[in-house]
């Protein structure tokens, strides 16, 4: 347990404390839709496959380079959605909730919150996507049809890429976010991916749920 403690930092303190001011809301991201409205795949289940406890074993040949801890994030690649994007930096806002993508980014992009870990460190890096714009749909519109075991692959600044595998698909109604099981820290390098979800509400204009996917370090690679 000392140990596992001694893992906490001071990102750590930022993420839970930033979460904590917007996870009633369920980190919804977009809450407008567009003219055409086009839903997004919705989770027949609540969650699918199985959410690694906060000291979930690690994944055999996995590798975790202390290198990473000075770089940062640069691209995403998920191949069974057709995900391929660069990622921005993501801080907090004045109020001191989580800053989300631009909406008039062109295209929009997903981004990692830099008060979480460098994918690959210990702890849960988290990257947020809208899931449409005032446009269409966004970067993470198809997030919902991931499957436990798929891969989803991150590349650092230093070449590095970080391949994820996909643990469990979740959907969230905004009024029960789990905000520690998703921030809270662990003992293995962990991936976050968050986005709206759920039922789109046309007399509210907003998605009535989050979708969030777990996943959990395979390996790590360097670039040639």
């Known amino acids: 347990m000392k140990i596992f403690n001694k893992l ?6 930022k993420i839970l ?3 904590g001011l917007i996870g009633i809301a369920g980190l919804c991201l977009i809450s407008i839709g567009f003219a055409s409205q086009q839903h997004a795949p919705v ?4 969650t699918l496959g199985k959410i690694p406890s906060q000291t979930h074993y690690f994944a055999p040949g996995s590798v975790i380079s202390t290198s990473v801890a000075h ?5 995403i690649d998920i ?8 990622l921005i930096q993501l801080g907090l806002n004045p109020n001191g909730s989580v800053e989300v993508p631009s909406l008039f980014a062109k295209p929009s992009q997903p981004g990692w919150y830099k008060y979480s870990p460098v994918p690959g460190q210990i702890g ?12 269409g749909p966004s970067i993470f519109f198809r997030l919902g049809l991931l499957r436990p075991g798929n ?8 070449q590095t890429t970080v391949e994820f595998q996909v643990n469990a698909v979740a959907s969230y109604p905004k009024t029960s976010f789990p905000t520690g099981q998703i921030y809270g820290n662990t003992s293995y390098p962990a991936l976050r991916l968050i986005t709206c979800g ?3 509400d046309s007399t509210t204009h907003s998605y009535l749920s989050s979708t969030v996917i777990y996943a959990s370090l395979m390996s790590s690679s360097q670039n040639k």
């Open 8 to 13: 906490c930092s001071y990102w750590q303190q």
């Open 17 to 19: 404390l930033a979460a």
């Open 43 to 46: 989770l027949g289940k609540k």
């Open 71 to 75: 770089t940062v994030p640069v691209s």
């Open 79 to 86: 191949p069974s959605i057709q995900v391929n994007s660069h």
């Open 124 to 135: 849960p890096a988290v990257i947020l996507g809208h899931i449409d714009t005032y446009k």
């Open 151 to 158: 891969h989803i692959y991150v590349t650092l600044s230093n």
């Open 198 to 200: 759920g039922a789109f």
